[in-house]
């Protein structure tokens, strides 16, 4: 059975529509494959992940792209990588018209990862 932070998550993303859903699910299981152990919840209006109380990344659904959020450092650690989309302060944005980088959001998870446990 579900816990009601996992039916939160479950919420978030039924509102949106099925491209965006979609999109939404992708970046989920990849997060949730990479850190099974991490906790789930909504945080900031976004789908959010904690490790150890610590926040490991944050994301969200937009009309015109995912955001992403690797919170604290690795936008830094992997400013190369997301120069190739448009960014904002801690925030990179993955355009719906465009594959999701998910080979890219596993490496930002794991670093943020090795991060968290020092």
């Known amino acids: 059975m579900k816990d009601k932070k996992e039916l939160l998550v479950d ?3 039924a509102s949106y529509d099925e491209k965006i859903r979609q999109r ?3 970046i ?3 997060i949730r494959e990479t850190t099974p152990e991490a906790v789930e919840q909504i945080s900031y209006g976004l789908i959010g992940y904690k490790l150890r109380g610590k926040p490991l990344v944050y994301f969200g659904g937009f009309a015109n792209h995912i955001g992403f959020y690797a919170t604290p450092n690795g936008h830094e650690a992997f400013k190369k990588e997301f120069a190739l989309y448009k960014q904002g302060k801690g925030s990179v944005q993955f355009p719906h018209e465009q594959p999701l980088p998910l080979e890219l959001v596993k490496r930002v ?8 446990a020092g």
């Open 24 to 26: 939404l699910q992708a």
């Open 109 to 116: 998870v794991e670093y943020r990862v090795k991060e968290i």
């Open 11 to 13: 919420g978030y993303i």
């Open 28 to 30: 989920r299981a990849v």
